[in-house]
């Protein structure tokens, strides 16, 4: 016999949707925003070991076509993906599977505040009828609406009967 514990508190904080939930064409707006910073794109650079001049030194930025630093392209991928978390993913995901199909087709500055959408392009059940995964496209935009980023994201999701049926154990 196999206990599992489970704490149902945690389950009513969740705020992401079972792949049940999840519908394709759908376009969930992001509530949460961030106005990115000097520090956040120093911190990832540092952390990532990212020392390309072109985010980290001003003058060097200051003879590009860009005329300014750039913030790091994967720090605005990963903002994205924590953005769009508590209406997709929050405490339903089993495991992110991929991130395809990544562009930048405009730059991020120090100062832009982000937003993000995404729209439900997929889903299907596993195999074994248990969970199911979903993909999503994300975009990204800055203050003025431009696009900033945009990639594919694709989940393993629990299923809502899943869920009960573990509990039931």
Do not use: W
């Not at 860009?66 to 089993?94: C, H, K, Q």
């Not at 596993?126 to 900033?148: A, C, I, P, Y």
């Not at 629990?158 to 869920?163: D, I, M």
């Amino acid at each position: 016999m196999v206990t599992v514990f489970r704490d149902t508190r945690a389950r009513a904080v969740m705020s992401g949707l079972y792949y049940e939930q999840f519908e394709v064409g759908e376009t969930i707006e992001h509530e949460k925003r961030r106005t990115v910073s000097e520090s956040d794109n120093q911190r990832f650079c540092d952390m990532t070991m990212n020392q390309q001049p072109l985010h980290l030194d001003a003058e060097f930025a200051a003879d590009t076509q860009f005329g300014e630093r750039l913030v790091n392209g994967i720090y605005t991928l990963a903002l994205a993906v924590g953005i769009s978390i508590p209406e997709t993913t929050d405490g339903t995901i089993v495991a992110n599977l991929s991130y395809d199909d990544v562009s930048h087709p405009n730059p991020v500055f120090h100062g832009d505040t982000l937003r993000a959408q995404s729209t439900v392009t997929e889903k299907r059940e596993t195999s074994d009828g248990e969970r199911g995964v979903v993909t999503m496209r994300v975009e990204v935009f800055n203050q003025n609406d431009t696009l900033v980023c945009e990639f594919e994201r694709t989940v393993l999701s629990l299923k809502r009967e899943s869920e009960t049926t573990r509990e039931e154990r």
